[in-house]
Every structure is written in C-alpha cells, then in structure tokens.
C-alpha cells in the first residue's frame, strides 16, 4: 500500500545550520509529494510540493528534490532560523481528484540561537 | 489566497454534550473537504472526505453516527461531535481543496477537550 516514512525527531539544530529531513515513499503509480509545516498550536501549512520525478519543490529557503530512483523527497535547508521551529510532516497524494493525503509521522524540529 | 478558518479554535464541553466544528473556504471554493484528527505528537489520521451537497465518505473505524459532516455549502463543512466523551479530546484540523487538484489547503485547527 500507499506510506510515507519519515526520520523520526526531534531534531535539534543552533542557527544557521544546514537541514535535512529525510523522506522515504511506497506507492503504486506517480503520487505527488508534499511538505507541510505545522508551528505549535496551529495548523498545517503547505510549505512545498513536487508532482513528477526530478521536479525540485522550493519555498522560504527550503527545497526538496523527487527522486523516483530512491524513492525520496528529502527536505533540506542551507541556514534555519529560530522561526524555523515546527514540526514537518512528508506527504503524499494519490488516487486523482478524490485521493487522500498520507502523511508521515511528522519531525520536531527546534532551533536553538 | 487558500485560506481556511475554523471555529472555535478552542472548545470544552461536558460529556455528554454535543459541540459542532465549522471549516470556511474564505477566498475560494472547496468542491472536496477533509476532517481529519491529530493526536498529540502523532501525525494527521484522516476521520472522513466530504463533497458539496452529498454524503460524507468515511474511513474505516470512524463512527459516522458520532462524528456528523455536512457540508452544505462551496464554502462550509461542519462537524458535529455527538454525545462526546473525553476520549475525543483531540485537535481536528479540516482541509479544503477546490476542484480536481492534489493540494488541500488546511485550517488552523479546533482543540476539543471534553470533561
């Protein structure tokens, strides 16, 4: 069936260091991959997304590369901030206009100054 | 644009009682919306998908009887948590999408604690 398996937290980082969460996927066909982002208390927040292989997704410093070889939408930033603190959820979405999302477990992240 | 509410943002009730969770499409309008439960430090687990003007879909193991969806509008989906019990105390987060699309556009959440 359909996963996605992500590394689990939480991770901790000082500022300015450089970022990877990893992003593993089982699915039958072509999904399309997501990172959401959820600050504490609030909802999820769509931070990017890829929908074919090698297509690289990119938002707010934050990139993350589809790989049908690997299997992978690992999530990577060069320099967090503090504000980057949350905790990132790796998607996917499959089965056409009626598909569902599953998500990963989720990772803390948690900057430190 | 995408932007999503939810109200409350916070509720307590007795046990018991009844509470109904409101999800709005502000700035578009959302053919498909989705109710899912989050528990604490644990990832989304999807209750149920809904259309506009038809029934809900379900997913395995919720109790439809209990967790009531309407969505009677482009712009609205509710959920109603019947009869509840402290054992749905959870945050429940909706999502709306417009249209044949892969991206769902989240609300910010309701936190649900019942005594």
């Known amino acids: 069936g359909n996963s996605v398996t992500q590394m689990e937290g939480p991770v901790t980082l000082s500022e300015e260091a450089f970022l990877t969460i990893n992003c593993t996927y089982t699915a039958t066909g072509y999904p399309s991959l997501f990172w959401y982002v959820q600050y504490p208390g609030e909802g999820l927040q769509l931070l990017l997304k890829a929908t074919k292989a090698d297509d690289k997704g990119s938002n707010k410093g934050f990139e993350a590369t589809y790989r049908k070889e690997t299997t992978s939408f690992h999530l990577e930033k060069g320099s967090v901030q503090v504000s980057d603190s949350a905790v990132y959820f790796c998607?996917?979405?499959?089965?056409?206009?009626?598909?569902?999302?599953?998500f990963g477990k989720g990772t803390k992240l948690s900057v430190k100054p | 644009g995408a932007v999503v509410s939810q109200h409350p943002s916070r509720v307590i009730c007795k046990s018991g009682t009844s509470v109904k969770i409101e999800c709005r499409s502000l700035?578009?309008?959302?053919?498909?919306m989705f109710w899912y439960r989050q528990f604490p430090k644990q990832s989304l687990m999807l209750m149920a998908t809904?259309?506009?003007?038809?029934?809900?879909?379900?997913e395995q193991g919720v109790e439809k009887d209990k967790f009531l969806i309407n969505h009677a509008s482009l712009t609205l989906s509710t959920l109603t948590v019947t009869s509840a019990h402290p054992e749905d105390s959870s945050f429940y987060i909706c999502?709306?999408?417009?249209?044949?699309?892969?991206?769902?556009?989240f609300g910010p959440g309701t936190r649900l604690t019942v005594l």
């Open positions: 809904s259309n506009e003007g038809s029934k809900a879909t379900y």
């Open positions: 998607a996917l979405y499959y089965g056409g206009s009626q598909g569902n999302l599953i």
């Open positions: 999502s709306a999408a417009s249209g044949a699309t892969d991206t769902q556009y």
């Open positions: 700035d578009f309008q959302a053919t498909t």
